[in-house]
């Protein structure tokens, strides 16, 4: 099963940068707006950074070790334009679930980095 490794971002000109690095296949993906976000399995809401949300569903795919320990931090806060961070707000039977928060709605692009396995980006306009 894909295992996500890394979550890496950056800002550029004219828009915010979120990458998943994925060790194995790439797993299919995702994205929608998201008026709340909520943990799978508990269905309570996640305390996010940010106005607005962008919900990024990966399948199959995992955030954990074999014995269970997560292999990515959990969340991270952002000072970017537009990219306020991530919540990792699901990770069960083969569904990994991450949240970014984001200041508005905007136009974003996702896609995977041509001669760079295992690498979705998503890009959101700042």
């Known amino acids: 099963m894909p295992t996500l490794l890394r979550i890496r971002s950056a800002t550029h000109s004219g828009y915010d940068r979120i990458t998943f690095d994925f060790a194995g296949s790439l797993p299919g993906y995702r994205v929608r707006y998201v008026d709340t976000v909520t943990a799978d399995a508990s269905g309570r809401t996640v305390r996010m950074p940010g106005r607005r949300y962008l919900q990024i569903r990966f ?11 997560p292999v990515t931090p959990r969340r991270r806060t ?3 334009p537009m990219l306020r961070g991530y919540v990792v707000n699901g990770d069960y039977e083969g569904v990994l679930n991450v949240a970014l928060g984001l200041d508005d709605v905007v136009g974003f692009r996702v896609g995977e980095i041509p001669g760079t396995p295992g690498r979705i980006y998503l890009d959101v306009a700042a």
Do not use: C, L, M
């Open 59 to 69: 399948e199959p795919a995992q955030a954990h070790s074999d014995t269970g320990d």
């Open 78 to 80: 952002f000072g970017y």
